[in-house]
């Protein structure tokens, strides 16, 4: 099945109903993506193709094509590809009329409506860049008519080059005034169902234009990925209302430089965002000589290399240690020791010593002129091309996960390039998700927070995470959280759209970095503020308030040793209405801890928790059956993943996990499949069984990029409300299949969509039989019943179901296993999926792997009778 291209793009059509706008159609299909890989023969030259010429008629612009004339006059100021298909043209505003309006004619893509035409522009933000005054392919087509004429065909039927004459023509319409600064009502169209793009009446003073002559098309691979994110997202008309006009002169910078240039920019693009010295980078393929090329980037203000401003010990830390060793020589500074500490003994020499005389070069000047001299030419990439690159990525991909790095994401693209990820066939929503410019840059400073937060989570720089948490605590929740919750009083907003505001993401920040304030006795009372901030707030992420209830009666219980607080704490969650399942029983087990406790607690505190469990707050759970097995465990058992000895051979021995363990005693016990699956499994069967719900329902905003592997709404309350109908339409009929024809309707819906990235993890299959089996021991009712839990409550259910699934298909004999090693005990989710599967009539168990000491004990004199 061919794979969804990063080159598709969004196309607008013009509504003759309502002349003064522009229809942006619900959603653009791109269930039939493009066929085929871009063959590098094709692109590798491709940099033009002709500009048009308009033709000025009252008050409509219009133009007109002859098919000789494309053949015989390549360079023809008139000339245009000829459309084939109404789909493919392109509809653009035209002049204002009398009254105001702006009708909307069929205009070329090559076109735009500016009644005086000079070449591309000089940026007004300092961005320089010289515009080519020939293109060389044109060049050669001009001296070989012949060749010209099969250059073209391959041109204008290559994909890439429809998107750039998209792209080009909203850059022209951008400039021109059409697509104003994005000022969108996202109430007012998630409310309606539908959603008007709006073209502005155009300034016909404007007398410069984006010429596609000079868009170089790059034939290096990341660069040309680069290019297509580019070409991608501005061929949306609205994205390009995300940025000022000198942010698109910047971009257009971007698509114009030379391809050495274009590739040595997406390469450092990905490194340190920091000073960089130009001896110590090496790309051989892009050349031997890498300082003409940054030349022609600084030259268009990407890159800075004036180090002048920049502070004395960023230059220092660029040098290294026999260098700086060097320069303290030259200056006379006797230093020693590491880096730090020498870089420190020279900062401190600036600061104390002066000039011996007036208007005399002071010795920190001295100094710092030694360093640069040392560093040689060095460049830095210009904050402001950061910021827009981030834009322009987050719009390709705004639910882009804030722990993926722009590495990633080239190698994602890469992997889609080399068909080694497919992504499903969707119908993506033209609905926007970001109300204006300003919007965006707010979510883009959360999420990029966000970002470090969990970095330094992961590298445990706790000081990092406290400064990042109090940041959003101090400074920006306050702000954000008043106007959101006034704006979203009585709101019809989506909440998959809502996870967009940036008090959504500042809310995320606060709550991950919460267990860094719980480390130190000092900031434990900054965490109890901010979870109780987390708690009162009722703006996002209601369904988060039964763990941040949970997590500061654990505070109050074991960090401060106060139950009277802890209990006040659990009256108060058990009044809030929208605990879960996970919630109640969480603050269940807290209530019955106080309860046991003897001391450090009053009686009438005590009582209380006592009145309120007896008052139908306890949760009876269903027993499970356990068993209890033994093997031979392999280093320390208080190891996250401990490794047990699965079989004893005389030829060899198999080592593995308790759950390997767990699979080898029930294959012992007749059960001749397993498999270790956890959550895989029911996810899996719920995405193979609903792929049509998921994937090919028209949600608007439920899909707003090509590479997302679930609709976004499958993470909130609403998945279910939006598919209703359809989902409870193929539970009545599933329900009618027997369990043979159930089972061979999963093996062919598995089978057509596994190459798929999905949510379906189906690598825990060793073939789509596998999956046929387990349905079929399974039945209607059991495969139905694991289906519906995640129906209604996908975020909730997706983890906790059981570690492993054993069967013998030809008896129909099955098992749900929980497995837990030695001081493991079952989680909430587990303890309630275990209880749900009890009750669907489900054959399930727990068990409890035990370290056999007795075989230790032999193991062990058995190594002694060795030695002796």
């Known amino acids: 099945m061919a794979q969804t291209r990063i080159d598709q793009f969004y196309k607008v059509t013009s509504s003759s109903k309502k002349?003064?706008?522009?229809?942006?159609?619900r959603s653009s299909t791109v269930r039939s993506p493009v066929r085929g890989k871009m063959k590098r023969?094709?692109?590798?030259?491709?940099?033009?193709?002709?500009?048009?010429?308009?033709?000025?008629?009252?008050?409509?612009?219009s133009w007109k094509t002859s098919e000789k004339q494309k053949q015989d006059n390549v360079s023809s100021a008139s000339e245009t590809p000829q459309r084939s298909s109404k789909a493919d043209t392109y509809n653009g505003p035209t002049k204002v009329t009398g009254n105001g309006l702006v009708t909307s004619p069929t205009v070329d893509e090559h076109a735009s409506p500016i009644r005086s035409q000079q070449r591309t522009p000089t940026s007004h933000s300092g961005a320089k860049f010289t515009p080519k005054t020939a293109s060389p392919i044109k060049d050669a087509l001009d001296r070989s008519p012949g060749r010209a004429k099969t250059a073209r065909r391959k041109l204008f039927k290559d994909k890439t080059v429809e998107s750039i004459s998209v792209m080009i023509n909203n850059l022209n319409l951008a400039k021109e005034g059409a697509i104003a600064n994005t000022d969108i009502d996202l109430e007012k169209a998630y409310s309606n169902g539908s959603f008007n793009y709006q073209y502005t009446p155009i300034d016909t003073t404007v007398t410069t234009r984006y010429e596609i002559n000079d868009v170089v098309v790059p034939t290096d691979m990341y660069s040309l990925h680069f290019f297509q994110v580019i070409v991608t997202v501005f061929s949306n008309p609205?994205?390009?209302?995300?940025?000022?006009?000198?942010?698109?002169?910047?971009?257009?910078?971007?698509?114009?430089?030379?391809?050495?240039a274009q590739a040595l920019f997406i390469r450092m693009l990905k490194r340190k965002h920091t000073w960089h010295r130009i001896s110590n980078i090496k790309y051989d393929e892009i050349s031997n000589d890498l300082k003409p090329i940054f030349d022609e980037l600084v030259s268009r203000s990407i890159f800075q290399s004036n180090t002048e401003e920049e502070d004395l010990s960023v230059l220092l830390n660029l040098l290294q240690v026999d260098e700086i060793r060097k320069v303290c020589q030259e200056s006379k500074i006797n230093v020693s020791g590491k880096k730090e500490n020498i870089i420190q003994s020279v900062l401190k020499f600036c600061r104390k010593t002066k000039s011996l005389f007036p208007g005399m070069a002071t010795p920190a000047s001295k100094l710092r002129a030694l360093v640069t001299r040392r560093l040689g030419d060095c460049i830095l990439l210009n904050t402001r091309v950061k910021e827009v690159v981030d834009r322009t990525i987050t719009l390709l991909i705004p639910s882009q996960d804030p722990t993926e790095t722009l590495v990633d994401l080239f190698l994602m693209l890469l992997r889609i390039e080399t068909d080694q990820i497919k992504f499903p066939e969707i119908t993506i929503s033209d609905f926007p998700i970001f109300a204006s410019k300003g919007h965006l840059l707010r979510y883009i400073e959360a999420k990029s927070t966000l970002t470090n937060v969990l970095s330094a989570i992961e590298e445990k720089q706790w000081e990092t995470v406290r400064k990042l948490g109090t940041l959003a605590a101090r400074q920006r929740l306050p702000l954000f959280m008043k106007m959101e919750s006034e704006s979203l009083q009585n709101s019809n907003l989506p909440h998959y759209i809502r996870h967009f505001?940036?008090?959504?993401?500042?809310?995320?920040?606060?709550?991950?970095?919460?267990?860094?304030?719980?480390?130190?006795k000092e900031t434990i009372p900054l965490a109890i503020e901010f979870l109780r901030m987390l708690i009162n707030q009722d703006c996002h992420m209601k369904h988060r308030k039964g763990q941040w209830y949970s997590e500061l009666i654990k505070i109050e219980m074991f960090h401060r040793k106060n139950l009277e607080a802890s209990v006040a704490v659990l009256s108060d969650a058990m009044t809030y209405e929208s605990l879960t399942e996970v919630d109640r029983l969480d603050l269940l087990d807290r209530a019955e801890k106080i309860v046991k406790r003897k001391s450090g607690i009053s009686q009438h505190a005590k009582a209380f928790v006592k009145r309120m469990l007896d008052n139908g707050f306890r949760t009876q759970l269903t027993s499970s059956t356990s068993i209890t097995i033994k093997g031979t465990l392999c280093g320390n058992a208080s190891q996250k993943k401990s490794v047990w000895r699965i079989s004893n051979g005389v030829d060899q021995q198999t080592y593995g996990s308790v759950e390997s363990l767990a699979l080898y005693y029930y294959k012992c016990e007749g059960y001749v499949k397993g498999m270790h699956c956890e959550g895989a499994f029911p996810i899996t069967?719920?995405?193979?069984?609903?792929?049509?719900?998921?994937?090919?329902?028209?949600?608007?905003?439920?899909?707003?990029?090509?590479?997302?592997?679930?609709?976004?709404?499958?993470?909130?309350?609403?998945?279910?409300?939006?598919?209703?109908?359809?989902?409870?339409?193929?539970?009545?009929?599933?329900?009618?299949?027997?369990?043979?024809?159930?089972?061979?309707?999963?093996?062919?819906?598995?089978?057509?969509?596994?190459?798929?990235?999905?949510?379906?993890?189906?690598?825990i299959?060793?073939?789509?039989?596998?999956?046929?089996?387990?349905?079929?021991?399974?039945?209607?009712?059991?495969?139905?019943?694991?289906?519906?839990?995640?129906?209604?409550?996908?975020?909730?259910?997706?983890?906790?179901?059981?570690?492993?699934?054993?069967?013998?298909?030809?008896?129909?004999?099955?098992?749900?296993?929980?497995?837990?090693?030695?001081?493991?005990?079952?989680?909430?989710?587990?303890?309630?999926?275990?209880?749900?599967?009890?009750?669907?009539?489900?054959?399930?168990?727990?068990?409890?792997?035990?370290?056999?000491?007795?075989?230790?004990?032999?193991?062990?004199?058995?190594?002694?009778?060795e030695r002796l």
């Open 19 to 25: 002349p003064e706008s522009i229809n942006v159609k």
């Open 41 to 61: 023969r094709q692109v590798s030259d491709l940099s033009t193709t002709c500009c048009v010429r308009k033709k000025k008629e009252k008050h409509t612009y």
């Open 238 to 260: 609205i994205n390009c209302g995300y940025f000022t006009q000198d942010e698109l002169d910047l971009i257009f910078s971007l698509i114009t430089l030379q391809k050495p």
């Open 501 to 520: 505001m940036p008090g959504y993401m500042w809310l995320k920040v606060l709550s991950k970095s919460i267990d860094a304030f719980k480390k130190m």
């Open 685 to 763: 069967l719920f995405a193979t069984l609903f792929w049509d719900e998921i994937y090919d329902m028209k949600i608007p905003g439920a899909w707003v990029s090509l590479y997302q592997d679930a609709p976004l709404d499958l993470y909130s309350s609403e998945f279910y409300k939006n598919r209703k109908k359809q989902i409870d339409m193929k539970l009545q009929m599933v329900r009618k299949y027997d369990s043979e024809t159930l089972s061979k309707h999963l093996k062919r819906e598995f089978e057509l969509h596994c190459e798929y990235k999905s949510i379906a993890q189906g690598n």
């Open 765 to 865: 299959f060793n073939d789509s039989s596998s999956l046929q089996e387990i349905a079929f021991c399974l039945g209607v009712e059991g495969v139905v019943g694991i289906c519906e839990r995640l129906i209604y409550n996908f975020p909730l259910w997706k983890a906790g179901f059981p570690d492993i699934f054993v069967w013998n298909a030809r008896t129909k004999q099955y098992k749900i296993v929980e497995v837990k090693g030695p001081g493991d005990s079952l989680s909430t989710k587990q303890k309630l999926w275990l209880d749900y599967l009890i009750q669907l009539g489900l054959n399930t168990e727990v068990c409890y792997c035990e370290s056999d000491a007795n075989s230790k004990g032999r193991k062990r004199k058995h190594e002694e009778t």
